[in-house]
């Protein structure tokens, strides 16, 4: 079981940097896969950036080269460095964890936010241009 906690969001104007964190509360010494998510009104809920147990990341395009994933285990902390914001970064950020599957082929992490089942609370972001 895990519980997340986000912060560090904020109003900046385009082309401005913010850091989340995401504090990660765990009973347990199991692994997981973490993830950012984000939601704009109206909006589905699409994966910005995935970063598996072994530290292999994944963006969206959308995010690619501004944004950096990053994990401290030691502090069971999850971070997002997001620079050159645009106005259409704007929404809330949520941090996600999973364990990972186990399949014939070994440990694997998942894509989508169907196959996340712990949400922090989530973190406004927004950026005027």
């Known amino acids: 079981q895990v519980q997340l906690v986000e912060s560090g969001g904020g109003s900046v104007q385009s082309g401005g940097s913010l850091r989340l964190s995401c504090a990660v509360s765990?009973?347990?010494?199991?692994?997981?896969?973490m993830a950012w998510f984000r939601q704009a009104p109206g909006k589905e809920r699409e994966g910005v950036t995935y970063i598996d147990f072994d530290d292999t990341t994944t963006y969206a395009d959308s995010v690619k080269g501004r944004f950096t994933v990053s994990q401290d285990n030691a502090k069971k902390m999850l971070y997002l460095q997001m620079n050159s914001l645009k106005p259409e970064d704007t929404a809330m950020y949520y941090c996600?964890?999973?364990?990972?599957?186990?399949?014939?082929?070994?440990?694997?992490?998942?894509?989508?936010?169907?196959?996340?089942?712990?949400y922090g609370q989530g973190t406004q972001v927004t950026v005027s241009s």
């Open positions: 996600a964890a999973v364990r990972p599957f186990i399949t014939y082929r070994g440990d694997r992490c998942p894509r989508g936010s169907a196959n996340f089942g712990a």
């Open positions: 765990r009973y347990t010494d199991s692994t997981y896969c």
